[in-house]
């Protein structure tokens, strides 16, 4: 039996939905790197960082070939980039929407009214 697509969507966005792996695909964008290469930019320690490459390998997102002892990563389908570019346009437009919000309520101003549970003082 087959999954629903929104199933297989929500598993995909799933095994992106971790910082590291994110970050391994920006670096990626670059061309192909090793695990060597990829720790000191990752900021995660060697076991962790081959656990999320492993995800992503075992997701088809990633793969793998070896060049001598070395093993080194690229992503199967480029498109990948384009996704996360449309991910940061959207974070990009609601924080500048945020933003601007904010800069209208720092330049509203209130009518100074007694704070609930204090008592005005006696005249």
Same mark, same amino acid.
């Given at each position: 039996?087959?999954? %629903?697509? @929104?199933?297989?969507?929500?598993?995909?966005?799933?095994? &992106?939905?971790?910082?590291?792996? *994110?970050?391994?695909? $920006?670096?990626?964008?670059?061309?192909?790197?090793? /695990?060597?290469?990829?720790? %000191?930019?990752?900021?995660?320690?060697?076991?962790?960082?081959?656990?999320? &490459?492993?995800?992503?390998?075992?997701?088809?997102?990633?793969?793998?070939?070896?060049?001598?002892?070395?093993?080194? @990563?690229?992503?199967?389908?480029?498109? *990948?980039?384009? &996704?996360? $570019? /449309?991910?940061?346009?959207?974070?990009?437009?609601? &924080?500048?929407?945020?933003?601007?919000?904010?800069?209208?309520?720092?330049?509203? $101003?209130?009518?100074?009214? %007694?704070? %609930?549970?204090?008592?005005?003082?006696?005249?």
């Amino acid at each position: 039996m087959t999954q %629903p697509i @929104y199933q297989v969507k929500a598993d995909f966005f799933k095994t &992106l939905a971790h910082p590291g792996r *994110i970050r391994v695909l $920006e670096l990626l964008r670059d061309g192909e790197r090793s /695990v060597g290469e990829l720790i %000191p930019e990752v900021g995660l320690e060697a076991s962790h960082l081959s656990q999320q &490459l492993g995800i992503l390998r075992r997701a088809n997102i990633l793969q793998s070939r070896k060049e001598g002892s070395t093993v080194r @990563y690229s992503v199967t389908d480029p498109r *990948i980039f384009d &996704l996360l $570019e /449309v991910a940061k346009a959207i974070l990009t437009s609601t &924080l500048a929407e945020s933003r601007q919000l904010l800069a209208e309520l720092e330049g509203l $101003e209130f009518a100074e009214r %007694p704070h %609930p549970g204090r008592r005005r003082a006696a005249r």
